[in-house]
């Protein structure tokens, strides 16, 4: 069992649909992430939370609406997306918020957008 | 901000052979370069880092290397086996007033051939 959960793991939605991501950590991590990735670019940051706190946001679209209810737990709530949103979301966590450290992945949730 | 590029974005190598992805950065103030390991269906993996203050850093069969000056660094695997099969990724991080920022590269594809 990894240390950082993510479901699902394959997640196909029409464009009006509304969906959620979830992450869970069991590494006892402060700091939780959502990352994007598609092909040929690099990892995109999308949010990230301290102490469930939002200290990041990288000018993310409004239909990614994310959640963080306790330390542990992460969702990311998705709504009227674009096919151009179709991608791994990986969630990653972290011992502290410094980005000096290691992250901690999960396998991500591959998401497509009809 | 700080801009990280990567090559190649394929490789392939015999088995047994050396492998060396290359990586440069930007923004002279970065000063930890980590690299991780994603296999097919997995998230990302920490595999090894490296700080500013330092030039290069071994870890059994995995190596990295910087020069500062040049603003670029490599990660050197040796005597390559089937499971280094994978994409990796360079990070780089700028510390800027406190708020961390991790620039990744876009990826290199590495295929060991038995």
């Known amino acids: 069992e990894t240390g950082v959960t993510q479901t699902p793991r394959h997640l196909v939605m029409g464009m009006t649909n509304k969906k959620s991501l979830k992450c869970e950590q069991h590494l006892g991590h402060n700091a939780m992430y959502w990352y994007k990735q598609s092909a040929k670019k690099p990892l995109e940051l999308m949010f990230v939370?301290?102490?469930?706190?939002?200290?990041e946001n990288n000018s993310v679209p409004s239909r990614f609406s994310p959640e963080c209810p306790n330390s542990s737990h992460l969702f990311l709530h998705l709504h009227t997306l674009q096919p151009e949103d179709s991608a791994l979301y990986l969630c990653?966590?972290?011992?502290?918020?410094?980005?000096?450290?290691?992250?901690?992945f999960g396998e991500g949730s591959r998401l497509t957008v009809l | 901000g700080e801009n990280v590029e990567q090559h190649p974005s394929t490789l392939s190598v015999q088995e047994g052979d050396s492998a060396v992805i290359k990586c440069t950065y930007s923004d002279s103030a970065s000063n930890y370069f980590p690299w991780y390991k994603q296999e097919l269906g997995k998230g990302p993996q920490l595999i090894i880092d490296?700080?500013?203050?330092?030039g290069e850093k071994k870890d059994q069969r995995i190596a990295v290397t910087l020069n500062k000056t040049a603003k670029h660094f490599s990660l050197h695997i040796t005597e390559t086996q089937p499971e280094d099969s994978a994409v990796y990724f360079c990070a780089a991080a700028i510390s800027n007033f406190g708020n961390e920022k991790l620039t990744f590269g876009t990826g290199t594809r590495l295929t060991i051939i038995p």
């Open positions: 990653a966590s972290s011992l502290g918020l410094a980005l000096t450290g290691e992250l901690f």
């Open positions: 939370y301290s102490l469930e706190e939002r200290v």
């Open positions: 490296i700080r500013s203050n330092v």
